[in-house]
């Protein structure tokens, strides 16, 4: 039975990923029973919440993969491994599978719990699809969900618009809830966060009733998951209640999950603090989605709407909308009502006839280029033509002649006339800097892909 489970350990090492293998079934060892029966598979995890992921997780998998291994029906039993005594470790025997007839059902539903706690009831890790572009959020976000509180604390989020960030979060606070219904949870905007801390000076003074309630509320959370961050910008008040709520849950093992537009070291106008509590756990970053991704999340839609999506639409709307999610899920709807409407099957020709002028792609010009990339760096559009060599300006020069040679059909002497009659190698040499900084800096990548996607939205 031992060779069994280390050619499932083996299986498993080569289709998941590292962090998953090393979190959840590196951990995993194998229990010599001295009852050890013919088809049985006796194995030991670190603790219950371990076992718990397996079994809502993974239970199906492990064992049709043991018995395809053995090549014969095989029986997963679990034993958990919780020392009571530094010195002898006790074992408490759980089954892998729920034994039937003794569920207990909760008085109320998941989903109504979820919405109680804020939570998208349809937001769940079942229906977010992976891909290169999030595999690495997904990975993080199902550790945390798991060992809320005792790993990547705070779990910060960051990414462009409609890229799955706030799906992401919801199915986290939506794992802890079914793990924990009893967990003290709260998915809040960052806009309804601000709302709440003004009301409590409404009429011009502070209400200590009204202050001991928000207290209450937050500093007594279990899991405080916020969206969007960003809108927190220049609002100094509102930040301090964060920080003091972030001090109350942080020494305590509460979890904090956040969302943003951008990575946190780049918030403008935040207090230096709160920058440092938010940098102190895991960032993760979401990339727009490649066009497997896309194609995949298609899919899944339509999947949800009880259509089967024909490839072929599927690959020319995958192509077609290219910036984010929320675009590709509204291109999908469209062709679904032109299809109904017209009584007619979703084919190639009528998602052509129904996407026609809606588009996310198109011809991106050199003064939005420019004007783009100087908004985001806070300087003038001036300033890309100008003679100034200051490090402030050179910089974001240079990337917006790199986008220019990746996004238009310019050559390098039209970028160059058109960035103050630059010759056609000093446009070379920032293209060749910018893509080699690119490749080994995440944080500039990750700049990079949020001017292109608001490139994409100018087109």
Same mark, same amino acid.
């Given at each position: 039975?031992?060779?069994?489970?280390?050619?499932?350990?083996?299986?498993?090492?080569?289709?998941?990923?590292?962090?998953?293998?090393?979190?959840?079934?590196?951990?995993?060892?194998?229990?010599?029973?001295?009852?050890?029966?013919?088809?049985?598979?006796?194995?030991?995890?670190? &603790?219950?919440?371990?076992?718990?992921?397996?079994?809502?997780?993974?239970?199906?998998?492990?064992?049709?993969?043991?018995?395809?291994?053995?090549?014969?029906?095989?029986?997963?039993?679990?034993?958990?491994?919780?020392?009571?005594?530094?010195?002898?470790?006790?074992?408490?025997?759980?089954?892998?599978?729920?034994?039937?007839?003794? %569920?207990?059902?909760?008085?109320?539903?998941?989903?109504?719990?979820?919405?109680?706690?804020?939570?998208?009831?349809?937001?769940?890790?079942?229906?977010?699809?992976?891909?290169?572009?999030?595999?690495?959020?997904?990975?993080?976000?199902?550790?945390? &969900?798991?060992?809320?509180?005792?790993?990547?604390?705070?779990?910060?989020?960051?990414?462009?618009?409609?890229?799955?960030?706030?799906?992401?979060?919801?199915?986290?606070?939506?794992?802890?809830?079914?793990?924990?219904?009893?967990?003290?949870?709260?998915?809040?905007?960052?806009?309804?966060?601000?709302?709440?801390?003004?009301?409590?000076?409404?009429?011009?003074?502070?209400?200590?009733?009204?202050? $001991? $309630?928000?207290?209450?509320?937050?500093?007594?959370?279990?899991?405080?998951?916020?969206?969007?961050?960003? =809108?927190?910008?220049?609002?100094?008040?509102?930040?301090?209640?964060?920080?003091?709520?972030?001090?109350?849950?942080?020494?305590?093992?509460?979890?904090?999950?956040?969302?943003?537009?951008?990575?946190?070291?780049?918030?403008?106008?935040?207090?230096?603090? =709160?920058?440092?509590?938010?940098?102190?756990?895991?960032?993760?970053?979401?990339?727009?989605?490649?066009?497997?991704?896309?194609?995949?999340?298609?899919?899944?839609?339509?999947?949800?709407?009880?259509? %089967?999506?024909?490839?072929?639409?599927?690959?020319?709307?995958?192509?077609?909308?290219?910036?984010?999610?929320?675009?590709?899920?509204?291109?999908?709807?469209?062709?679904?009502?032109?299809?109904?409407?017209?009584?007619?099957?979703?084919?190639?020709?009528?998602?052509?006839?129904?996407?026609?002028?809606?588009?996310?792609?198109?011809?991106? &010009?050199?003064?939005?280029?420019?004007?783009?990339?100087?908004?985001?760096?806070?300087?003038?559009?001036?300033?890309?033509? &100008?003679?100034?060599?200051?490090?402030?300006?050179?910089?974001?020069?240079?990337?917006?002649?790199?986008?220019? /040679?990746?996004?238009?059909? /310019?050559?390098?002497?039209?970028?160059?006339?058109?960035?103050?009659?630059?010759?056609?190698?000093?446009?070379?040499?920032?293209?060749?800097?910018?893509?080699?900084?690119?490749?080994?800096?995440?944080?500039?990548?990750?700049?990079?892909?949020?001017?292109?996607?608001?490139?994409?939205?100018?087109?």
């Amino acid at each position: 039975m031992k060779n069994i489970w280390e050619k499932v350990l083996t299986e498993l090492r080569g289709n998941v990923s590292s962090d998953i293998y090393a979190t959840w079934f590196k951990k995993i060892d194998y229990h010599q029973s001295p009852e050890e029966a013919e088809g049985k598979l006796t194995l030991t995890v670190p &603790s219950q919440p371990h076992l718990q992921y397996l079994r809502k997780n993974w239970a199906d998998r492990l064992q049709s993969l043991a018995s395809q291994v053995a090549g014969q029906p095989i029986t997963i039993k679990f034993l958990v491994a919780q020392t009571v005594n530094p010195i002898i470790p006790t074992e408490i025997e759980l089954p892998l599978f729920d034994p039937p007839g003794e %569920e207990v059902k909760p008085e109320i539903s998941i989903d109504q719990l979820a919405e109680q706690c804020g939570l998208h009831r349809g937001l769940t890790f079942d229906t977010f699809v992976t891909g290169k572009a999030n595999e690495v959020a997904r990975s993080s976000a199902e550790i945390v &969900s798991s060992q809320p509180g005792t790993q990547f604390n705070p779990f910060f989020i960051y990414g462009g618009v409609g890229l799955g960030k706030t799906h992401l979060m919801h199915a986290i606070g939506r794992r802890i809830l079914e793990n924990n219904p009893k967990a003290k949870i709260r998915c809040v905007s960052a806009d309804v966060f601000v709302r709440e801390v003004v009301d409590l000076s409404s009429g011009g003074t502070f209400s200590d009733a009204k202050i $001991k $309630k928000f207290d209450e509320t937050y500093r007594t959370l279990d899991v405080l998951l916020m969206d969007d961050v960003q =809108l927190l910008a220049k609002k100094g008040g509102t930040q301090n209640h964060l920080f003091g709520i972030f001090e109350t849950l942080l020494p305590n093992n509460k979890q904090i999950i956040m969302t943003c537009d951008t990575y946190a070291r780049q918030l403008s106008d935040f207090d230096d603090r =709160l920058i440092s509590r938010l940098t102190k756990g895991l960032s993760v970053g979401i990339e727009p989605a490649e066009f497997e991704l896309r194609a995949a999340i298609l899919f899944e839609k339509a999947k949800q709407q009880g259509l %089967e999506l024909p490839e072929d639409v599927a690959y020319y709307i995958a192509r077609r909308m290219n910036t984010n999610i929320r675009e590709l899920e509204g291109a999908l709807n469209t062709v679904i009502m032109n299809a109904k409407v017209y009584n007619a099957p979703i084919t190639v020709e009528l998602a052509t006839r129904a996407l026609r002028g809606m588009t996310s792609t198109g011809p991106i &010009s050199l003064e939005n280029i420019q004007k783009e990339t100087a908004q985001h760096f806070n300087i003038k559009i001036a300033d890309m033509y &100008s003679s100034s060599r200051k490090a402030s300006i050179v910089k974001p020069r240079m990337i917006a002649m790199y986008l220019a /040679k990746e996004l238009t059909q /310019k050559s390098l002497m039209d970028i160059g006339s058109s960035f103050g009659g630059r010759d056609h190698t000093t446009v070379l040499n920032a293209v060749r800097k910018i893509s080699k900084e690119r490749a080994a800096d995440p944080e500039l990548n990750h700049t990079l892909h949020l001017i292109e996607q608001s490139l994409k939205n100018w087109a």
